[in-house]
């Protein structure tokens, strides 16, 4: 389908991460290289964070509203349901086909063509296989792309199969420093992020009756918490909140608007919480999935307690 199409357009799901925006630089690179016409986007937010502007292939990037109507074909990647593509949904109906890459298990099978695989650490790892299959070289540049959304997706190769291991190994072989791949995506915040913690983590609260008693740690990030801090710093919060040894289950509550929250989860082990988030309206992963909720604190939070058991 790629080899075929002359007109193609890359779609990530909205408030994309390191592997959605991974994934679609590096077939965005592969495509033109191949001389094919490429577009990369996503709905929201207008900009890209400012820690996946250290990708390259950003010149693919075009802004949501010049994201051609009609084309050859539309690949949505890292996307489960055609309601994570957001404003951009409408641009499968002017593509010929429209092919889904992606890794959760929850992911709908939106696609006329559809490559799920959810034993795949990473968007990326799939699109890997894509770029192998389709006989182009993953060199450096392909590789730091592929590199960002396996580091971050497998917590720094804490989740990660022997073989996924063996790709990395090769990303580095291919010439990329995996150092200066993963500072800004991950280890790079401003002093003020300190001071964030500080104040949000000192509100933290643990609940060792919830989720049938295997305990739930969570934390409410409130929008003057956050205040001229990046979306990177709140995102943060989750996996400090997972670390806790009393709770199988982290949450964060992160105030979007006055009664619109982005709710973030962890599980250790055993709560799959891809199925909590599909209940409420979300989706996810087993260990780490999220959802959005309306009201105020104090109900979001009831409804994901009586939601967890
Ligand atoms: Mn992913």
Partial sequence: MLQAAESVTVLCHMNPDADAVGSALALGIALQRAGTSVQVSFASPAALTES???????????AAKQ????VDLLVAVDCGSLGRLGALRDRTEGAQQTLAIDHHA??????TANLVDCSAESTTVLV????????????????????????????????????????????????????AVSRPL????PFGWLGMLSAVLGRAVLDRSAAGGRGLAYVVVRSGDAAGLRPE???????LVATISEAEVAAVFKQIDETVWSISMRAKSDVDVSVVASALGGGGHRLAAGYTAHGTAEEVIATLRTTLG
Avoid: K
């Fill in 128 to 179: 890997c296989d894509v770029l192998d299959e389709w006989g182009v070289q993953v060199d450096a540049t392909i590789a730091h792309c592929l590199y960002a959304g396996l580091v971050t997706d497998t917590s720094s190769f804490r989740r990660a199969r022997p073989q996924t291991h063996e790709l990395a190994a090769r990303f580095i072989a291919a010439g990329i420093d995996p150092v």
């Fill in 52 to 62: 996946l502007a250290s990708l390259p292939g950003g010149e693919l990037l075009v």
């Fill in 106 to 111: 929850s992911n709908t099978h939106f696609g």
């Fill in 186 to 189: 991950m280890y790079t915040h």
């Fill in 67 to 70: 994201v051609a109507r009609e």
């Fill in 233 to 239: 710093e709140t995102e943060s919060v989750v996996d």
